[in-house]
Structure formats: structure tokens, C-alpha cells
């Protein structure tokens, strides 16, 4: 008996040997660099950037490619403006009946995933994200480093073009295992106190739009990870909307992102200001894909839930007033046909007289560096002036949005 149980123990402590040798040398085993040249970069920002927006007939959403420079303040983008794909870049959306992304329509981007119109501020959200493919780079898992490079823009549209910004040639950096996402950002400003005031922001390289945090190199497909956003603290101009530090969802997106946005005008959509949306302007997450074919599988977004408050804004909403006399400009409907020779109707841009924006997307020219003063409460004011309106009405709004 005592022959057989020794027997056995021989047995168990050859086969555990055999298992720490074999750990052993897996563990030492080198895991290989190797080089990518279709990867493939997802991502839809946050809810807000997928939400609709208080100013009524308005959306946030994405185009492929830069949309056009309006040339002047107080446009919103037609559809014959807006691309879902421009090379390397193309927009999806999220459809609920087949549990699959599909290229995005202009339809699309006022209605959730159920295909029902978008009635509140609150979700549910038209689940739409960036799609860019061709990034080439190198992985190299064993050192924990990694570097993806893409070619191509997309912009990004609040309140359907009132404030836009785009992006371009995304990079994806991981060292010690840590990934950061930066891209050059870019567009137009103007000043609430100069409706006519139109200058080129000079474009900003390196913009951190993501810090990714510890990343799983070693799946050998790609890797999906949420961006630093709750209880992330950022440094504000004393003449801005503070951060708000309470709450569940209280957080921002980098500094060098947020510097940007306040230099143009648009800062609080992008931290929590105390605003009603301020849960929706959480990162989502990230997806790289080593290989646009085959793609990192994720999680399929929420297309329930939210509130159905509707925005209001009456100071937008009003019909808009003709001046008495010539040759002061009509101002249009949101999204009635252009006529005003500054903004043509082939541009898909829709006029309305004297709202200003806060950028474009055309390349901006050669010069030094601008300086916007305005901020987009100033542009549904101007609203609000030519209808007549409260301005403490619009105020009202305002706070609401942000």
C-alpha cells in the first residue's frame, strides 16, 4: 500500500514538474513585434456628441472628412454638405433590429438605434462612431510599446454646425503598456462682440484627445479601452465655466483637448460645467483593431433608456425677423436654401442671420495665431436679439445645454 501511494506521489510531483517547466518557458518565451498596415481606429466620443441638441431642429454628430468653411457665423450644415465616408474615414451607426454597424445616413443622425426620432436631450442617443482604417505602425507586446498612425479628418458638429471642430491624422502611442491618443485639431473662430468677425485658428498638433491608460497588447487582434474621463481634473481660465467636482459622472477630457475647445469658444462641452448633460459627456470607449478585417469584437451600445424631455429654446425656435429696411440680410430658416452670395447653397451650409459660430473646417491660411472671445451662448443670443426674445430666456437654455 505504502509502495503504491509512494508510486502515486512520484507520478503527481513528475507531472507538477512538467507544469512549471512548461510555464516557465512560455513565460520566457519572447513575444514577437510585428508591424501593422490596415488598422483599424473606433470611436464615438461620448453620448452628448450623439445626443440632440437644446436648440430645436438641432443634433450633435460627426461628418467624414472637413466640412466646409462657412465663411460667416450662424450656419448649419444640409445634408449636401455632409459625407459619411471620405477615404480612410467613414461615419457608422448602430442599428438595435440587427445587432450590426452600418454606414451612416443623414436620416440616421436624428434617430436612436430603434430607428425612432430622437424626442429628448437624454437618450436614447443615435450611436454613431468614427470609423477610420489604414493605420500603419508597429506592436511590440514583449516591450509594451506600440505606435499606429492615421491619415484622413472628421469633423465633429454640435448643435448641427453652430460649433464644429475637426480632426486630423489620429496617432495612437502606448509605452510601459500605457496608450495615449492625440491628433491635430483645427477650425474657425468668431467673436460674440464682431458677428462679422471670422478668423482662422491656427492648427494645434499633438492634441491628447484620449489617455487610454494600461492597454492589452498581447491579444493579437487589438485591444478596447475606456478613456480617463471620471474624476479627471482640468485647469480653466478664470473667465470660463468651472469644472464641477460632484457627482457621479463629474470628470473631463484632457487638458490639452480642453485647452483647445476654450480657445474657440466651445470648453464646457467637454468637462462637467453643472450642466444637464453633464452625464452624457463621459468618454466612451476606444477600439483599435490591428487589422481593419478583422476587428476587435466590443459590446453593443445601450439603445434603451434616457428621458424624453424635450429641448426648447423659444429665443432659436421664433420665426425669424426681416430688418425694415435694405440692404440688411434676411435671415432664413434653419436649413431654407441659401441665397446670401458669402455662403453658397452648392457649400451645404444654411445661413441664419446674425448667430456666429465657433469653427470651420476649412485649411486655415498662413499667419499668427488667433484668438476667439466668443463662446456659443453667444450665438443663440444673437438669436434671441433678433426675435425678439429675453435674453434671460435664452440664458435659461443655455444652462441647460451645458
Known sequence: MRSEIRTA????VAVAVVLVTASATVAATPRPAFTVSDAQLRWGFNNESNNRAF???????????????PGRGGVTLKESGWDASTG????????????????ATWAGLRTDSRGAAMAGTNGPFSNHEVVVDGGTGAVDPDAGTATIRWTGSF?????????????????????DGVGTLTATLSGYGSSMTDLDRWEAIEPVDDVVLARLGAVDLDDGRGFDATPAYRGVEVDLP?????????????????????????????????????????????????????SADEP???????????????PTNDAVDRPAQTPAAPPAVTSPPIDAPVTSAAVRADAGLTRVQPMSTVLGAAPPPEG???????????????AAVVAGASPFAYAAARRRAT
Not at 57 to 63: A, M, R
Open 55 to 69: 436648440a430645436p431642429g438641432t443634433f450633435n454628430f460627426f461628418s467624414a472628412g472637413k466640412i466646409a468653411n
Open 368 to 382: 499668427p495665431r488667433t484668438r476667439p472671445v466668443w463662446i456659443l451662448g453667444g450665438a443663440l443670443l444673437g
Open 88 to 103: 480612410d474615414v467613414r461615419i457608422e451607426k448602430f442599428s438595435a433590429s440587427s445587432s450590426s454597424w452600418s454606414l
Open 238 to 290: 478664470a473667465d470660463q465655466t468651472q469644472q464641477v467636482r460632484s457627482g457621479d459622472a463629474w470628470g473631463s477630457f484632457p487638458q490639452s483637448f480642453i485647452d483647445y475647445q476654450v480657445s474657440s469658444g466651445s470648453g464646457s462641452y467637454w468637462y462637467a460645467s453643472g450642466g444637464s448633460t453633464d452625464a452624457h459627456k463621459v468618454a466612451l470607449p476606444v477600439t483599435v483593431s490591428y
Open 296 to 310: 476587435v469584437e466590443t459590446d453593443d451600445p445601450p439603445t434603451t433608456g434616457g428621458g424624453t424631455t424635450t
Open 9 to 12: 506521489l512520484a507520478a503527481l
Open 155 to 175: 469633423t465633429v458638429l454640435y448643435y448641427s454646425g453652430y460649433s464644429f471642430f475637426y480632426v486630423t491624422d489620429p496617432e495612437l502611442t502606448v509605452k
